[in-house]
Each structure stands twice: as structure tokens, then as C-alpha cells.
């Protein structure tokens, strides 16, 4: 059973519902090797105290439209994947968003004004799920503490301008600004673009907008953040989505064949 909960505002999950009714420090870069993560660290805690903490201090975007778009693209991608997830949206205009272990969603308003359709934002939404599915920030945050073993992340989050609560955040996939992220090793990159394009086009989403996606944000001024943390180089990702990609169209209309379309855009 898939259950999202949406943090909002009461009057604006009114009109959510609807509108949608039938719809940097320097620390040590984490090894690719993946490392156990000590029996002390929780991660999904760890996960839950930094979204609490970007909640508690980010404005939310109070655009029903906005929310109801992103909302639908959510649901496409992550249905088949079931669970408990808690979804955020932002007001802020840098296009970007970010999944963290235990289903907590973040995503700024600003990025349906530079992806095109629904397409390109569920590219962008998959591709952190990927993340989180193939357990990326686990195994960062494996390797950083075994460079480090007195890190404690668990205390620096929430502490103000503090160099290792900016880590952790990093290392769970929030994508920060100023050149602060750790970015993502190319594999694991790699990993993501693939299995990302999958659950796009298993939600019936066209794989085909992928590459736009990346295109539009590296377009974007404002697209810093998310850029440097899923930083793939020279055209590993061009790459790595064009191998991918008959399998991902032959997924999408094997979707189709029995599903109707995703329509996130009439809600745009």
C-alpha cells in the first residue's frame, strides 16, 4: 500500500485534493567501495531529523497548482515502490529536489518552471529514487564515517553553519549551495541514470524526456546545487541513458498496453 503525506498547509492540501481528484566543506569524498554503516547510526532517523530541519527552515510553496503537479508526478513514479513517504514542496527558484532514505521528498517549486512537462520532472524525481533504491546514501555515509570514525552526523544536523551538519546533509542527497555538495562517485551515478530511466518508464512516463531534463537544468543559472551533486563526467550520462533507452521505451509501452497514461500536465 502506498501512502504519501504531503506537508502543507491545511487549506492548501484542500486544494491539492481537488485539483488532483482523478489524477562547502572539505571533508574526505566517500570511497565508491561500499562500507558498513556503524550499528549506531540509524540512517532513516538521520534522514527524518535533516528533513525536519529543511522543513523548519525553508519556505513552503503555497501554489496549489504547483503542489498538485509535483504531487502527481510523485505518485506515478513511486507507486509501485509502496511505503510511507512524506513529500515537501518549496518556495524557492532553484530548480532542484532530492530524495532521502525512509520515503522523505524534497522538491523546490521553481523546477516546473525550467522541466518542460511531466516527463522531465519524473526523470529528475526517479533518478533519486534510484538513489535511495540502490542505498547510495547509506553507503556514503559508510565511508565517511570510516574515514572519520568520531563524525557524529546525528548531532551536526541542525547546527547552524556547522561544516559536518552541511556533510551530512550532503551525503543523504540534499543537494546544497555554494559548491558545498559531495557528489555522487560516477558509478553510482551511473547506477542511477539506469535504474532511474526504469522507473520512469515503468510508471508510463516517456524515457525519451530524460536527456532534456539534464539539458534544461544545466541550462539554468540557478541549477548549482542539484548539478554538483549529481555530477556525471564528460557524457557518462549521455551514455549511459542512450544504452538504456529501448529497454526503457519497450517498458514504458509495455505500461501503457494496460495503463492509462500519466496526465500530471493538465494540472501544471
Known amino acids: 500500500m502506498l501512502f504519501i503525506r504531503l506537508f502543507r498547509a491545511l ?3 484542500a486544494s491539492i485534493s481537488l485539483l488532483t481528484a482523478g489524477c562547502s566543506s572539505k571533508s574526505p569524498r566517500p570511497a565508491v567501495a561500499q562500507l558498513p ?13 535533516a528533513f525536519e530541519q529543511i522543513k523548519a527552515t525553508t519556505p513552503l510553496d503555497e501554489d496549489a497548482h504547483t503542489n498538485a503537479h509535483i504531487i502527481c508526478v510523485i505518485d506515478a513514479v513511486i507507486r509501485s515502490r509502496g511505503g510511507d513517504w512524506e513529500v515537501a514542496v ?7 529536489a532530492f530524495v532521502l532514505p525512509g520515503g522523505k521528498i524534497g522538491v ?20 533519486g529514487v534510484a ?7 547509506e553507503k556514503r555515509i559508510g ?9 557524529d552526523l546525528m548531532g551536526a544536523v541542525g547546527l547552524s553553519r556547522s561544516p559536518d551538519s552541511a556533510l551530512a ?24 541514470d539506469r535504474l532511474g530511466l526504469e522507473l520512469m518508464a515503468r510508471a508510463g512516463f516517456n524515457p525519451k524526456e530524460s536527456p532534456m531534463a539534464w539539458r534544461n537544468l544545466a541550462a539554468n543559472a540557478r541549477a548549482g546545487a542539484i548539478l554538483n551533486l549529481h555530477a556525471a563526467p564528460g557524457d557518462q550520462r549521455g551514455a549511459t541513458i542512450d544504452a538504456g533507452m529501448a529497454s526503457a521505451v519497450a517498458l514504458q509501452a509495455q505500461y501503457l498496453a494496460s495503463h492509462k497514461k500519466p496526465d500530471c500536465d493538465r494540472i501544471r
Open 11 to 13: 487549506t492548501v492540501m
Open 37 to 49: 554503516v556503524p550499528a549506531a547510526v540509524n540512517v532513516n532517523r538521520l534522514a527524518a531529523k
Open 90 to 96: 518549496f518556495r524557492k527558484d532553484a530548480p532542484s
Open 108 to 127: 523546490n517549486g521553481g523546477i516546473v518552471r525550467v522541466l518542460r512537462n511531466q516527463h522531465q520532472l519524473a526523470a529528475i524525481i526517479a533518478h
Open 131 to 137: 538513489h535511495m533504491i540502490a542505498r547510495h546514501p
Open 143 to 151: 565511508a565517511a564515517l570510516h574515514n572519520r570514525p568520531e563524525l
Open 169 to 192: 546533509l550532503s551525503l543523504l542527497g540534499v543537494p546544497l549551495d555554494g559548491g558545498a555538495s559531495v557528489p555522487f562517485d560516477p558509478p553510482q551515478e551511473a547506477e542511477a
